[in-house]
């Protein structure tokens, strides 16, 4: 059974910073691209992030470029993705999702598996 | 990247069949075969029900189907059972090399 369990939100402060992980089990890992996606409180979903089965490419949306940075770690089987320079309008919850292949040269374009989300909260 | 247009709302009693539309551009829902359609209940995290416009993921209902036509996209539920109710959200692949998701819509079975 495909699991992903995010950690690693809570409650910064603007322009602070923030790891998140998404631990992944029941498949392996390195044989398909992650992604990121956020939803604001009350909101629709938005993209954030995808990186390639074997890490070789990532992809951002353009209100993450710059700011936010995805990795994985295949040994450990989890997906990261380091927010800095927090803003208020990042609030959301994050989700971390599991594409359908490795998607080594291509952006995957859509998820199969979806964890329960992490809450990220930017407030002074 | 400006979101897909959904309905913000549709409704439809039990046994009928309702359709949500996706509109975007030629830029994305026209000039791909990418589209995907999610399910999201209040609180939890989004289930894929239609992948590549009009494909099923095992699993998934065959009272859901995909398709598309020009830059817009649909989302078909036919039979409607009180469980589908929840928010659905389209997304697609772009130009740009990234994805955009719909701002989604909320079925009401009534």
């Known amino acids: 059974e495909v699991q992903l369990v995010e950690s690693g939100g809570g409650l910064v402060q603007p322009g602070g910073s923030l790891r998140l992980s998404c631990a992944a089990s029941?498949?392996?890992?390195?044989?398909?691209?992650m992604g990121w996606v956020r939803q604001a409180p009350g909101k629709g979903l938005e993209w954030v992030s995808a990186?390639?089965?074997?890490?070789?490419?990532?992809y951002y949306a353009d209100s993450a470029k710059g700011r936010f940075s995805i990795s994985r770690d295949d040994s450990k089987s989890t997906l990261y993705l380091q927010v800095n320079s927090l803003r208020a309008e990042d609030t959301a919850v994050f989700y971390c999702?599991?594409?359908?292949?490795?998607?080594?040269?291509?952006?995957?374009?859509?998820?199969?598996?979806w964890g329960q989300g992490i809450l990220v909260t930017v407030s002074s | 990247q400006s979101a897909l247009t959904q309905p913000a709302s549709v409704s439809g009693s039990p046994g009928q069949s309702i359709t949500i539309s996706c509109t975007g551009t030629?830029?994305?829902?026209?000039?791909?075969?990418?589209v995907s359609w999610y399910q999201q209940h209040p609180g939890k995290a989004p289930k894929l029900m239609i992948y590549?416009?009009?494909n099923r993921p095992s699993g998934v209902s065959n009272r859901f189907s995909g398709s598309k036509s020009g830059n817009t996209a649909s989302l078909t539920i036919s039979g409607l059972q009180a469980e589908d109710e929840a928010d659905y959200y389209c997304?697609?692949?772009?130009?740009?090399?990234?994805?955009?998701f719909g701002g989604g819509t909320k079925l009401t079975v009534l």
């Open positions: 999702a599991k594409s359908y292949d490795s998607s080594d040269f291509y952006l995957p374009h859509y998820f199969d598996y």
């Open positions: 029941g498949f392996t890992v390195s044989d398909y691209a």
């Open positions: 990186i390639s089965g074997r890490g070789t490419s990532t």
């Open positions: 030629s830029s994305d829902v026209g000039g791909y075969k990418y």
């Open positions: 590549d416009v009009s």
């Open positions: 997304s697609s692949y772009t130009s740009s090399t990234t994805l955009v």
